[in-house]
């Protein structure tokens, strides 16, 4: 039905910055919160980012500062700036979507494949 495809991930050092993208496509009526989560090796999922489709986000702690998270909902489309990494940021990042597929349907979670982010020197 839907699908969220991630781009931008890749080995960067401390201090660096990269940028993430996440595209929706398929059958999408409206699509309501996007975001960004995160794992790293043998820990849980964690929230990053979130963003309503008006535009009000939400930060973890860890990332307050430097990360911004954007969309572009014309594209369908939600942007993960990421500025001043740190090692601990190391991570798989999964984008995540709130989408309706019909307006007679309930809307749903959807999950991208996730894109590897590691921070070393």
């Known amino acids: 039905q839907v699908q969220l495809v991630e781009s931008g991930g890749g080995l960067v050092q401390p201090g660096g910055s990269l940028r993430l993208s996440c595209a929706a496509s398929?059958?999408?009526?409206?699509?309501?919160?996007m975001g960004w989560y995160r794992q790293a090796p043998g820990k849980g999922r964690e929230l990053v980012a979130t963003i309503t489709r008006s535009g009000i986000t939400n930060y973890s702690d860890s990332v307050k500062g430097r990360f911004t998270v954007s969309r572009d909902n014309a594209e369908n489309t939600v942007y993960l700036q990421m500025n001043s990494l740190k090692p601990e940021d190391t991570a798989v990042y999964y984008c995540n979507a709130n989408v309706k597929t019909s307006l007679y349907r309930y809307a749903m979670d959807y999950w991208g494949k996730g894109t590897l982010v590691t921070v070393s020197s």
């Open positions: 398929g059958t999408i009526f409206s699509i309501n919160d």
